[in-house]
């Protein structure tokens, strides 16, 4: 597991279906029917490179979700070339991708140090671990569990919270909506990477353009530099 891995694949020609998100690069196929959905999965499962990768196909009434990988840091050089076979079969049955469905929620568990319990979490939930700090659903349905390790010396306000992971290109829109419905910005310092919102009653998430706005928001602050300079 590297970071690596993943800057790699943001950066590649011929992914552009493809969203990185916490758990990993995942891609929505629009197609007309639930029975078309099938047989593109059928066609998916076929691909070169599939077999035994650990990808995770779910059907809908008119999509195709495919995932990668369980986690962000399993993304590797092999992926790119499977996404890429994924795709070009999709685009050969007629589907349409569309990043802009795509997203996945974590839920993040905030605690010090010496009171981290991510075995409770596993075993409370029948969750499985994909790294240390985390815990999955091994059907796919779920939220990831993560658990937020904080410094001794933080305060513990908020003891968990979720995080949402969008398509660089629409993080705007699911903020803006947001907002509209209510919300408040708490936090945004940490932008365009991500802003902390909150709820009437106080209770926080967090709207992510991370990891899949990484490579762009690298290049902004290359140029921020670069203009100081």
Not at 12 to 33: M, N, P, Q, Y
Not at 58 to 81: C, F, I, K, M
Not at 106 to 127: E, H, M, N, S, T
Request: charged share 25%.
């Amino acid at each position: 597991m590297s970071e690596q891995g993943w800057r790699d694949f943001l950066t590649a020609k011929g992914v552009e279906d493809w969203v990185v998100l916490h758990g990993g690069a995942t891609a929505v196929f629009r197609v007309g029917s639930l029975r078309e959905a099938a047989r593109l999965a059928q066609a998916v499962s076929d691909a070169p490179g599939i077999e035994d990768s650990g990808v995770m196909l779910t059907l809908g009434n008119n999509s195709l979700s495919v995932r990668l990988s369980r986690d962000l840091w399993q993304l590797e050089s092999r992926h790119v070339e499977l996404a890429r076979g994924i795709s070009r079969v999709a685009r050969s049955r007629g589907a349409v991708c569309d990043r802009g469905s795509v997203h996945e929620v974590q839920v993040a568990i905030a605690a010090k140090p010496d009171a981290i319990d991510i075995g409770f979490w596993r075993a409370v939930l029948g969750y499985l671990p994909v790294a240390d700090d985390n815990a999955i659903d091994p059907l796919g349905h779920g939220s990831t569990v993560w658990m937020q390790e904080l410094e001794d010396t933080k305060p513990l306000r908020h003891a968990m919270h979720i995080d949402v992971s969008v398509g660089r290109e629409y993080v705007k829109a699911r903020l803006e909506a947001a907002l509209a419905s209510g919300g408040r910005i708490v936090d945004d310092s940490h932008a365009p990477s991500h802003w902390t919102l909150a709820d009437q009653a106080g209770n926080r998430v967090c709207i992510c353009a991370w990891p899949d706005g990484s490579a762009q928001q690298e290049v902004i602050t290359q140029a921020e530099t670069n203009a100081r300079d």
